[in-house]
Nanobody, 121 residues
Framework: QVYVVEYGGGVMQPGGSLSLSCDVS????????MGWYRQAPGQQREMVAT???????NYVDSVQGRFTISRDNAKNTIYLEMNNLKPEDTAVYYC???????????????WGQGTQVTVSS
């Protein structure tokens, strides 16, 4: 069994900062690419930031320079530091992890339940 759990989020004024974290747990895991995605009401889910085991990162243009994704491979945890938040950052943020749960098995994407981020004055 693989568990993906997000922490953090909440309500913040424009220009403020929030942090998210995501833990992946389970037995005999090997975690590959991980990332943050978000979905605003009435919109499709979009990639926010991704990071691989070598800590290569990728960001959607709208958060470049404001958000930072990082990773602790030993803990199977990723973080998202969000600065200079804007109202358009309001969404449910989801963590995705690409995991091989069995040494002989396939790699599968697992998603967390999501955490709400609201940016409003």
């Amino acid at each position: 069994q693989v568990y993906v759990v997000e922490y953090g989020g909440g309500v913040m004024q424009p220009g403020g900062s929030l942090s998210l974290s995501c833990d992946v747990s389970g037995e005999r895991l090997r975690v590959f690419d991980m990332g943050w995605y978000r979905q605003a009401p009435g919109q499709q889910r979009e990639m926010v930031a991704t990071i691989d085991r070598l800590r290569n990162t990728n960001y959607v243009d709208s958060v470049q320079g404001r958000f930072t994704i990082s990773r602790d491979n030993a803990k199977n945890t990723i973080y998202l530091e969000m600065n200079n938040l804007k109202p358009e950052d309001t969404a449910v943020y989801y963590c995705k992890a690409n995991v091989r749960a069995d040494p002989t098995g396939s790699r599968i994407d697992y998603w967390g339940q999501g955490t709400q981020v609201t940016v409003s004055s």
